[in-house]
């Protein structure tokens, strides 16, 4: 991959975890205001929150299950095979207490630190390329997701 692709799918996915560069200029696809990806979104969110049931997923479902999605690509990244994966155990998370929540959120920075890494050192082919353009669309979807869901359970 040309090094001007994967700047720009480094950008795509700071964008869709941490809203379009500051001062805002333009954005790709999340709102313009500062803080508008994942982890703004979750910014002061209480564990509480995070686990008020939604159609039955929680807030908290959802931050984990892009967690392990990152960590399945990153663990691509780094050994050449994808990991043998449980996504339906992906979603069981419900009720968090504050500890349990600030670790699935501490583990979601680590996993997206570790592809942004994974991208400058990688050797790029068709296969690696479709993983983690595929981790953006994902993390990107579940961007949309988690912001209804903060909609909703704040209205509670």
Same mark, same amino acid.
């Given at each position: 991959?040309?090094?001007?692709l994967?700047?720009?799918?480094?950008?795509?996915?700071k964008?869709?975890?941490?809203?379009?560069? *500051?001062?805002?200029?333009?954005?790709w696809?999340?709102?313009?205001?500062?803080?508008?990806?994942?982890?703004?979104?979750?910014?002061? *969110?209480?564990?509480?929150?995070?686990?008020? #049931?939604?159609?039955?997923?929680?807030?908290?479902?959802?931050?984990? =299950? *892009?967690?392990? =999605?990152?960590?399945?690509?990153?663990?691509?990244?780094?050994?050449?095979?994808?990991?043998? &994966?449980?996504?339906?155990?992906?979603?069981?998370?419900?009720? *968090?207490?504050?500890?349990?929540?600030?670790?699935?959120?501490?583990?979601?920075?680590?996993?997206?630190?570790?592809?942004?890494?994974?991208?400058?050192? &990688?050797?790029?082919?068709?296969?690696?390329?479709?993983?983690?353009?595929? #981790?953006?669309?994902?993390?990107?979807?579940?961007?949309?997701?988690?912001?209804q869901?903060?909609?909703?359970?704040?209205?509670?």
């Open positions: 991959m040309t090094p001007v994967a700047n720009s799918l480094k950008n795509l996915i964008e869709a975890f941490e809203g379009p560069p *500051v001062p805002v200029k333009e954005s696809f999340t709102n313009t205001e500062p803080n508008s990806g994942i982890f703004g979104a979750l910014e002061g *969110v209480s564990h509480e929150t995070a686990s008020v #049931s939604v159609c039955g997923v929680t807030l908290a479902a959802h931050v984990d =299950h *892009v967690r392990y =999605h990152m960590w399945g690509t990153n663990e691509l990244l780094s050994t050449g095979t994808f990991p043998k &994966m449980d996504w339906a155990k992906s979603w069981k998370i419900s009720a *968090v207490d504050e500890q349990q929540w600030n670790h699935i959120q501490e583990e979601l920075q680590g996993e997206y630190e570790r592809l942004l890494d994974a991208i400058d050192w &990688m050797e790029w082919n068709e296969n690696l390329a479709n993983e983690v353009t595929g #981790s953006l669309a994902h993390s990107a979807y579940h961007l949309g997701s988690i912001r869901l903060l909609k909703y359970a704040n209205k509670k």
